[in-house]
């Protein structure tokens, strides 16, 4: 079973500074057709989760531009360039290559 | 619109069943694949079922195989979640997804308990 890394898993930002989340898997998501299935979703508290970016680096409809994400074969990052207030809760990666599989997720808090 | 509506959770003793369904509305339901996905009290997401446009292919997490079955009706444009010999540590929030190669489209979970 393919196993997603998460780091931090705590991140308190000041306002306006940028953040960054890796993620790691235990084998490359690159797929028989040569994309990679890698995906980031936010989950405020009390709320469902969101798509943020879809295949390592494309962002879902409505997502701020703020957010980026990159990477490839088994390292990948979320960046947010600023933070916004709205921007805290938990970030989740997500690997659809081999069946599906989670990252323990990462607390963004604002200091 | 995109939506999913669960329902059917509730609270349930260990080794008892329960249904859940999920209603999509908002776009061709027949012509994507869906998932269930579950978040126990306080931890992560967990991928718990996913299921093919026509049901050929159904897949589940190793945690629940052989007591939880996924089905859905694209008539009645359905989803839903057999769960039969409930433990304790399937209490959970449960999500239904919708599959465009990515998780796309969350509904607004069913709660299940399982507790004596």
């Known amino acids: 079973d393919v196993v997603m890394t998460q780091s931090p898993l705590s991140l308190a930002v000041t306002l306006g500074q940028p953040a960054s989340i890796s993620c790691m898997s235990s084998?490359?998501?690159?797929?028989?057709?040569?994309?990679?299935?890698l995906n980031w979703f936010h989950q405020r508290p009390g709320q469902s989760p969101r798509l943020l970016i879809y295949?390592?680096?494309n962002r879902d409809s409505g997502v701020p531009d703020r957010f980026s994400g990159s990477g490839s074969g088994t390292d990948f990052t979320l960046k947010i360039s600023r933070v916004e207030a709205e921007d805290v809760g938990i970030y989740y990666c997500?690997?659809?290559?081999?069946?599906?599989?989670f990252g323990q997720g990462t607390k963004v808090e604002v200091k | 619109e995109v939506q999913l509506v669960e329902s059917g959770g509730g609270l349930v003793k260990p080794g008892g069943s329960l249904r859940l369904s999920c209603a999509a509305s908002?776009?061709?339901?027949?012509?994507?694949?869906m998932n269930w996905v579950r978040q126990a009290p306080g931890k992560g997401l967990e991928w718990v079922s996913s299921?093919?446009?026509?049901?050929?292919?159904?897949y589940y997490a190793d945690s629940v195989k052989g007591r939880l079955t996924i089905s859905r009706d694209n008539a009645r444009n359905s989803l839903y979640l057999q769960m039969n010999s409930l433990r304790a540590e399937d209490t959970a929030v449960y999500y239904c997804?919708?599959?465009?190669?990515?998780?796309?489209?969350w509904g607004q979970g069913a709660r299940v308990t399982v507790s004596s």
């Open positions: 997804v919708r599959d465009s190669s990515y998780f796309d489209y």
């Open positions: 908002g776009f061709t339901f027949s012509t994507y694949s």
């Open positions: 299921i093919s446009t026509n049901s050929q292919y159904k």
């Open positions: 084998q490359s998501l690159v797929y028989s057709d040569g994309i990679t299935y």
């Open positions: 295949k390592v680096s």
């Open positions: 997500m690997q659809a290559t081999h069946s599906w599989t």
